[in-house]
Nanobody, 122 residues
Framework: EVQLVESGGGLVQAGGSLRLSCAASGFTFDAIAWFRQAPGKEREGVSCMSWSDGMAYYADSVKGRFSISRDKAKKMVYLAMNSLKPEDTAVYYC?????????????????WGKGTLVTVSS
């Protein structure tokens, strides 16, 4: 069974940066992703990556500001977030699934971490 544990959330001022980490164990997936859910809003896909070949997807709202990466040896996934905006405030979740081609959708993911809170102050 895949287990995912996020870390790295916190409070940051607008324009600042944070790096989220996700420790993964139990490898039965090819896609790894970051989703977020703001208060009163639906969960949305932020970025995802094919574990095998590194192809990456970014939501339009974060393109050019966020960067997803992985360390296969450490079984870690990272989300570097730069130029943060108040609207980036949300709980960020790490998720895994069987296919890169559906990793931008919640329905395409099969395992979820418990989330880490990111708060961006204006």
């Amino acid at each position: 069974e895949v287990q995912l544990v996020e870390s790295g959330g916190g409070l940051v001022q607008a324009g600042g940066s944070l790096r989220l980490s996700c420790a993964a164990s139990g490898f039965t997936f090819d896609a790894i992703a970051w989703f977020r859910q703001a208060p009163g809003k639906e969960r949305e896909g932020v970025s995802c990556m094919s574990w095998s070949d590194g192809m990456a997807y970014y939501a339009d709202s974060v393109k050019g500001r966020f960067s997803i990466s992985r360390d296969k040896a450490k079984k870690m996934v990272y989300l570097a977030m730069n130029s943060l905006k108040p609207e980036d405030t949300a709980v960020y979740y790490c998720a895994s699934g069987p296919s890169y081609y559906t990793c931008h959708r919640s329905s395409g993911m099969t395992n979820w971490g418990k989330g880490t809170l990111v708060t961006v102050s204006s």
